[in-house]
């Protein structure tokens, strides 16, 4: 099963091990789900983990990232022309479309759910697990 992760879920799985964004990372960790990602997005994880807010050690965030790299899937998106409410969602929306795969996120709100699946995490694991 192919996703694109947004960062909330990502994020939220890190910092709470028990919550259901943990139970999507434990899937994609085990290698049940394969995230499909670009340049961007890992970008984007990076910039985010590495907030001193969270305080993820520096070396942890690369390991995971370096990990999602080599068990995920490289995507090439096209432009999208629809508008988002955050810029920043663009790269995971084109990226959804581009691997016809569904995002999961924490904030529904901000994918307009015409173009592609949007499942929040408890969604998500209803539907395939």
């Known amino acids: ?23 999507v990372l434990n899937h994609m960790l ?6 499909c990602f670009d340049s961007r997005i890992i970008d984007e994880y990076e910039r985010v983990l590495l907030r001193p807010a969270f305080r993820f050690r ?20 096209k432009p999208i ?8 969602d663009r790269p995971f929306m084109e990226v959804a479309v581009a691997a016809d795969c569904p995002i999961v996120t924490g904030n529904s709100k901000h994918f307009p759910k015409d173009f592609v699946s949007i499942l929040s995490p ?4 209803e539907k395939w697990f």
């Open 1 to 23: 099963m192919n996703i694109v992760l947004d960062t909330n879920v990502l994020v939220s799985g890190l910092l709470n091990p028990s919550g259901k964004p943990a139970a």
């Open 30 to 35: 085990s290698g049940r789900i394969v995230l």
């Open 58 to 77: 520096e070396e942890d965030v690369r390991n995971l990232l370096i990990y999602l790299q080599h068990t995920g899937v490289v995507i090439t998106p």
């Open 81 to 88: 022309s629809h508008e988002l409410s955050d810029p920043y």
């Open 122 to 125: 408890s969604e998500f694991l």
